[in-house]
Nanobody, 122 residues
Framework: QVQLVESGGGLVQAGGSLRLSCAAS????????MGWFRQAPGKEREFVAS????????WYGASVKGRFTISRDNAKNTVSLQMNSLKPEDTAIYYC???????????????WGQGTQVTVSS
Protein backbone atom coordinates (compact mmCIF):
# COMPACT_ATOMS: atom_id res chain seq x y z
CA GLN A 1 0.00 0.00 0.00
CA VAL A 2 1.42 3.33 -1.06
CA GLN A 3 1.85 5.94 1.63
CA LEU A 4 2.87 9.55 1.02
CA VAL A 5 3.47 11.76 4.05
CA GLU A 6 4.06 15.47 3.64
CA SER A 7 5.82 17.70 6.14
CA GLY A 8 7.24 21.19 6.36
CA GLY A 9 4.16 23.32 5.97
CA GLY A 10 3.45 26.28 8.19
CA LEU A 11 2.98 30.02 8.42
CA VAL A 12 5.46 32.36 6.74
CA GLN A 13 5.54 36.03 5.80
CA ALA A 14 5.43 37.13 2.20
CA GLY A 15 8.88 37.00 0.67
CA GLY A 16 9.94 34.15 2.92
CA SER A 17 10.78 30.54 2.18
CA LEU A 18 9.58 27.09 3.14
CA ARG A 19 10.72 23.63 2.23
CA LEU A 20 8.19 20.84 1.94
CA SER A 21 9.15 17.20 2.08
CA CYS A 22 7.29 14.04 1.21
CA ALA A 23 8.30 10.60 2.41
CA ALA A 24 7.07 7.72 0.26
CA SER A 25 6.69 4.05 1.06
CA UNK A 26 4.92 1.01 -0.28
CA UNK A 27 6.56 0.54 -3.67
CA UNK A 28 9.82 1.13 -5.48
CA UNK A 29 10.19 4.88 -5.24
CA UNK A 30 12.74 5.23 -8.01
CA UNK A 31 10.33 3.80 -10.59
CA UNK A 32 7.79 6.59 -10.23
CA UNK A 33 7.43 10.24 -11.06
CA MET A 34 6.59 12.53 -8.15
CA GLY A 35 4.62 15.71 -8.08
CA TRP A 36 3.18 18.51 -5.99
CA PHE A 37 -0.27 20.00 -6.33
CA ARG A 38 -2.01 22.61 -4.23
CA GLN A 39 -5.55 23.60 -3.48
CA ALA A 40 -6.73 26.88 -2.04
CA PRO A 41 -10.19 27.31 -0.50
CA GLY A 42 -12.86 27.52 -3.17
CA LYS A 43 -10.43 26.75 -5.98
CA GLU A 44 -9.59 23.71 -8.05
CA ARG A 45 -6.51 21.65 -7.44
CA GLU A 46 -3.55 23.26 -9.21
CA PHE A 47 -0.40 21.72 -10.62
CA VAL A 48 2.73 23.00 -8.89
CA ALA A 49 5.64 20.83 -10.00
CA SER A 50 6.64 17.34 -11.03
CA UNK A 51 9.85 15.39 -11.50
CA UNK A 52 10.72 12.34 -13.56
CA UNK A 53 11.63 9.07 -11.84
CA UNK A 54 15.37 9.72 -12.22
CA UNK A 55 15.22 13.44 -11.52
CA UNK A 56 16.35 14.14 -15.06
CA UNK A 57 13.42 16.38 -15.95
CA UNK A 58 11.24 18.76 -13.98
CA TRP A 59 8.12 20.75 -14.80
CA TYR A 60 6.51 23.71 -13.07
CA GLY A 61 3.24 25.55 -13.03
CA ALA A 62 3.40 29.03 -14.51
CA SER A 63 2.61 30.71 -11.20
CA VAL A 64 5.56 29.15 -9.38
CA LYS A 65 8.20 28.85 -12.07
CA GLY A 66 11.40 30.56 -11.04
CA ARG A 67 10.43 30.58 -7.35
CA PHE A 68 9.91 26.90 -6.52
CA THR A 69 12.27 23.97 -7.04
CA ILE A 70 11.38 20.30 -6.92
CA SER A 71 13.99 17.67 -6.16
CA ARG A 72 14.13 14.04 -5.13
CA ASP A 73 16.41 11.66 -3.29
CA ASN A 74 15.84 8.12 -4.49
CA ALA A 75 18.12 6.72 -1.80
CA LYS A 76 15.89 8.21 0.90
CA ASN A 77 12.54 7.82 -0.90
CA THR A 78 11.80 11.50 -0.55
CA VAL A 79 10.76 14.39 -2.74
CA SER A 80 11.10 18.02 -1.72
CA LEU A 81 9.70 21.35 -2.80
CA GLN A 82 11.80 24.41 -2.03
CA MET A 83 9.54 27.46 -2.08
CA ASN A 84 11.15 30.90 -2.21
CA SER A 85 9.76 34.41 -2.57
CA LEU A 86 6.43 33.22 -1.24
CA LYS A 87 3.31 35.26 -1.92
CA PRO A 88 -0.06 35.35 -0.15
CA GLU A 89 -1.57 33.69 -3.22
CA ASP A 90 0.63 30.65 -2.56
CA THR A 91 -1.52 29.92 0.49
CA ALA A 92 -3.04 26.47 0.02
CA ILE A 93 -2.91 22.86 1.07
CA TYR A 94 0.00 21.23 -0.72
CA TYR A 95 -0.25 17.60 -1.78
CA CYS A 96 2.45 15.14 -2.72
CA UNK A 97 1.61 12.79 -5.57
CA UNK A 98 3.07 9.71 -7.22
CA UNK A 99 2.46 8.05 -10.58
CA UNK A 100 4.24 6.57 -13.58
CA UNK A 101 3.89 9.72 -15.65
CA UNK A 102 4.61 13.31 -14.55
CA UNK A 103 1.36 14.78 -15.85
CA UNK A 104 0.11 18.30 -15.18
CA UNK A 105 -3.43 16.99 -14.71
CA UNK A 106 -4.48 16.08 -11.19
CA UNK A 107 -6.76 13.32 -12.43
CA UNK A 108 -3.78 11.48 -13.91
CA UNK A 109 -2.02 10.95 -10.57
CA UNK A 110 -2.75 7.67 -8.83
CA UNK A 111 -1.50 8.27 -5.29
CA TRP A 112 -1.92 11.28 -3.03
CA GLY A 113 -0.76 12.32 0.39
CA GLN A 114 -2.99 13.92 3.01
CA GLY A 115 -1.58 17.38 2.39
CA THR A 116 0.19 20.02 4.41
CA GLN A 117 -1.04 23.57 4.96
CA VAL A 118 1.05 26.49 3.77
CA THR A 119 -0.08 29.95 4.80
CA VAL A 120 1.65 33.09 3.56
CA SER A 121 0.79 36.30 5.36
CA SER A 122 1.03 39.72 3.75
Amino acid sequence: QVQLVESGGGLVQAGGSLRLSCAASGRTFSMYAMGWFRQAPGKEREFVASIRWNGGSTWYGASVKGRFTISRDNAKNTVSLQMNSLKPEDTAIYYCTQDRNPSRAAADWESWGQGTQVTVSS
